[in-house]
Nanobody, 121 residues
């Protein structure tokens, strides 16, 4: 089992920035693809960003390209998501996920409990 704990969410004004972190409790963190998803009220959970095992490959949802950057530190078992130029439509619960496949679908093996991001206009 891999436990994932997200942090860094909060309330921010439009145009502001936040940095999400996700700490993983596993000695094999480097063997997992890591991703961020988000779910807004009344909407389905959607892909935000993913990063490969060594961080050489990344993928982003079109809605966040150029504003969000996913990165990882395998020595610290942590994945990050700095978010800039936040918009009210970015308001959602953000979830960290770990899996064996590099995918934009929900096909990840482990999920965190989420951290709330609220962007006011």
């Amino acid at each position: 089992q891999v436990q994932l704990v997200e942090s860094g969410g909060g309330l921010v004004q439009a145009g502001g920035s936040l940095r999400l972190s996700c700490a993983a409790s596993t000695r094999t963190f480097g063997s997992y693809i890591m991703a961020w998803f988000r779910q807004a009220p009344g909407k389905e959970r959607e892909f935000v960003a993913a990063i490969s095992r060594l961080g050489l490959n990344t993928d982003y949802a079109d809605s966040v390209k150029g504003r969000f950057t996913i990165s990882r530190d395998n020595a610290k078992n942590t994945v990050y998501l700095p978010m800039n130029n936040l918009k009210p439509e970015d308001t959602a619960v953000y979830y960290c996920a770990a899996g064996r496949r590099f995918t934009t679908t929900l096909d990840y093996d482990f999920w965190g409990r989420g951290t709330q991001v609220t962007v006011s206009s």
